[in-house]
């Protein structure tokens, strides 16, 4: 969301924005925003410090008076950087605003919204794993769900709680076999069970980064 009545400026940052492939809902007044926020998620917000009201309007951000907290506040505005800083912002920019600065800012503004995103995204799936637990038991699983942090697995046999798991499976459209440690964080009477990763190495750990990011922008 941007709040502006500075059209040059808003035209600049649409502009950008839309070529990161990031929807934009401009509003002129803080207060209609300030009722927008509280009813919706938003996964970052640009404030003009130089429009009325905007004061306001961000001490009820930095005092959590809305419903939904917003995870990335950039501010814009005439006034000294320090201050803004002071403010809550995470990035300031500087009128007037040049198209290079906004590229540059609001990619790595993009970088922390998919963060944000992909943290909490699960991608559906249907592919067979290995799985081995105790000592060296091991079971023939599929893989339901997979996120940065964990995967819900359908297995036959009930696995203990908080019990150490190894999990070897090959992601789809990738070569090679993807091995992590994890632990059995829940289950139920059907087969189904979750794992939370408690080690996974870099490259692996880069290649579900990926792959999950290439998942969710296809679909």
Known sequence: MVVSRDWQEV????????????????????????????KSKIDALIVDCDLEGTARFLRGLKNGLMQNSVPLIIVSGSSCRSNLEAKGATFVFEKPISVEQAVHTLSAARNMILDGRLRYHRQALDVPLSLTYGSRRR?????????????????????PITCGVRVSFALPGTRGCMKVQGVVAWR??????????????????????????RQYFTH
Request: hydrophobic fraction near 40%; glycine fraction near 10%; charged fraction near 25%.
């Open 188 to 213: 139920d009477k059907q087969g189904n069970a979750g794992i939370r990763f408690v080690e996974i190495n870099h490259r692996s750990k880069r290649e579900l980064q990926l792959w999950l990011e």
């Open 139 to 159: 079971l023939k699983a599929h893989l339901m769900n997979l996120s940065q942090g964990g995967m819900g697995i359908r297995v036959q046999q009930a696995l």
């Open 11 to 38: 035209s600049v940052l649409e502009c950008v924005l839309g070529s990161l492939h990031i929807g934009v809902d401009v509003e002129s007044e803080p207060e209609r925003a300030r009722a927008k926020l509280a």
